[in-house]
């Protein structure tokens, strides 16, 4: 019988009982047996991550829930606590002299990421870490909450999708026009809870040492195998090989729709003739992926119906739930969980087949021994969901309308390339922010205008006066929630469509890669990862090149 998500339930800590969790994982330290205290570290760690992962999902599930929000007030003043405790006992491991034993006993990858760890905390910013918990799901609260007209229904943010994707010009129009009306009449708050962030993040890194958030920041995502310079270069790669593509694209849009200018309402309408959208309602979708995902071969269908029988998704948009889509999961029973918000578009198939690639590598890594190993870090973990995007392609029929396969595969292909522009200028706009944490509201704003020219010069905001004015990146959670984050798209989507490369010539075989590879899970870093998959890594000059020329090839044969 699989497990069921309805049943799981996770003791809720204090902060005593994880100090006594957490001195005995110490009094064995203390008595020389390292085997033992390492893994009741191990459990500890589990089922505080459990309980928090829960938390944060139960919160996002219903964002009005009074109950869900004092217990996601209670994980964020606790998770700074867990981290003290942690990285106490991360400090007093790595200090033993037998750090050969060490290795041995855990591996020497995660060796170097608690080397990276005990970097990034000291109990002087427990309360920023705090503030920073708190000011993020501020932002969440916010967008959550949003209520906006059009066409006379009133939506949250995600049920705007549908509309902005409208065949009708002026649809898609009057959807932009609301969404930004949202944005604009709560700028002046959405620039106070960002600025805070900045001074917290910045706060904390002086504190530790560091001149800017920036080298934090990454050591916060564990990268420990590349730098700001690596991705530096990646962003001028983009710059260089892909920005042509997509602005060639979008100019032959504005010439077959006869338009004078493409305006930003008209970049999300990628076919012509109308986005393909999925094959019907969400209890459609999921029987039809479960047909797909037996076809692709392998326990992929097998691992897709346990999640489908356990009650481990939750995907129907609905009042009060935040927006957006992800995958968590609950490292002391192996199960994990995706999180999206179906709106009718095509966008439900993309976000459901992506979140279910971080949840199959999950699951296949989920007997790896130690918490550390479970997930890779954020940019390898990319790789998987946006891979599992381009290996469903040869399926794809099953999800969208009779006969448009196609058209979808050919939209998917435009809607990846056009994201890496956008990928990177995020990125970009994040390390002058960092770089210059006294900016005002004002000059961060310019500071967007200004990248968005050089990433994305087809860029029309027309009569949209807040994005125009350099707003458009208020709507970008990772900005606000998770900094540094969203460059690992990117290198991923790198990563990604060299599988889609592969699977053209064999699909069998790149789905057996891909498993080997998401069975791999956190066991090596990101270029490690890559190296194991047989990729080339996206910091290597003329990645991209090869790529955007075969893509190219691709749309003008379609």
């Not at 968005?452 to 807040?466: A, N």
């Amino acid at each position: 019988m699989s497990i069921q998500f309805a049943d799981l339930t996770f003791s809720t800590p204090s902060a005593e009982s994880l100090d006594a969790a957490f001195g005995a994982v110490s009094a064995l330290l203390d008595e020389g047996d390292r085997a033992q205290a390492l893994a009741r570290f191990d459990a500890e760690r589990r089922a505080y991550d459990s309980w928090a992962s829960m938390v944060a999902l139960r919160f996002s599930q219903d964002t009005t829930s009074q109950q869900a929000r004092t217990d996601r007030d209670l994980a964020d003043r606790l998770t700074p606590h867990v981290t003290e405790l942690e990285v106490a006992i991360k400090r007093r491991l790595l200090d033993d002299p037998d750090r050969t034993g060490l290795a041995t006993a855990i591996g020497t990858h995660t060796v170097r990421l608690w080397e990276t760890d005990i970097t990034t905390f000291d109990p002087r910013i427990r309360e920023a870490l705090e503030e920073e918990a708190r000011l993020g799901a501020d932002y969440t609260a916010l967008l959550a909450a949003a209520r906006v007209t059009v066409q006379g229904q009133t939506v949250n943010l995600s049920g705007l999708a549908p509309f902005a994707e409208h065949p009708d010009r002026a649809v898609r129009h009057e959807a932009e026009k609301t969404r930004w009306d949202f944005f604009a009449a709560n700028g002046p708050e959405l620039d106070r809870i960002y600025d805070q962030l900045v001074q917290v993040r910045h706060g904390m890194a002086r504190t530790l040492g560091y001149d800017s958030y920036t080298p934090l920041g990454y050591r916060r995502m564990r990268r420990v195998d590349y730098g700001p310079e690596e991705v530096a270069r990646f962003r001028d790669d983009v710059l260089t090989h892909v920005v042509p593509l997509v602005s060639a694209i979008m100019e032959n849009r504005r010439l077959t729709m006869n338009w004078d200018r493409l305006h930003f309402w008209d970049e999300s309408l990628i076919d012509p003739l109308g986005n393909p959208k999925p094959a019907g309602d969400h209890d459609l979708l999921l029987e039809r992926a479960q047909t797909m995902f037996d076809r692709m071969g392998g326990d992929l269908g097998m691992f897709y119906r346990q999640m489908v029988e356990g009650g481990f998704l939750d995907l129907r948009n609905r009042e009060g739930k935040a927006g957006g889509g992800f995958c968590t999961a609950f490292p002391s029973m192996g199960m994990p969980f995706i999180f999206a918000n179906f709106n009718g578009t095509q966008h439900d198939i993309t976000v459901f087949t992506h979140e279910m690639g971080h949840a199959y590598q999950n699951w296949k890594s989920r007997d790896l021994p130690g918490i550390d190993l479970l997930w890779p870090t954020m940019d390898a973990a990319e790789i998987h969901s946006m891979a599992l995007e381009f290996l469903t392609w040869p399926q794809i029929d099953l999800m969208v309308e009779d006969g448009l396969a196609d058209r979808f595969r050919r939209m998917h292909l435009i809607g990846s390339l056009s994201f890496l522009p956008y990928g990177v200028c995020v990125d970009h706009f994040q390390h002058e922010v960092y770089a210059n944490p006294d900016m005002t509201a004002a000059e961060r704003h310019e500071t967007w205008q200004r990248l968005e020219k050089l990433y994305l010069p087809w860029r029309d905001y027309g009569d949209l006066s807040w994005p125009a004015g350099g707003g458009r990146w208020q709507a970008q959670g990772h900005i606000y929630r998770s900094p540094f984050y969203y460059i690992d798209y990117t290198l991923a989507l790198c990563c990604a469509m060299q599988f889609w490369l592969h699977s053209r010539a064999d699909q069998t075989g790149a789905m057996a890669i891909y498993a080997d590879l998401c069975a791999l899970g956190g066991s090596q870093p990101f270029t490690g990862l890559v190296d194991a998959a047989g990729l080339i890594s996206p910091f290597k000059p003329g990645t991209l090149a090869d790529i955007v020329q075969e893509a190219d090839r691709f749309l003008h044969t379609r």
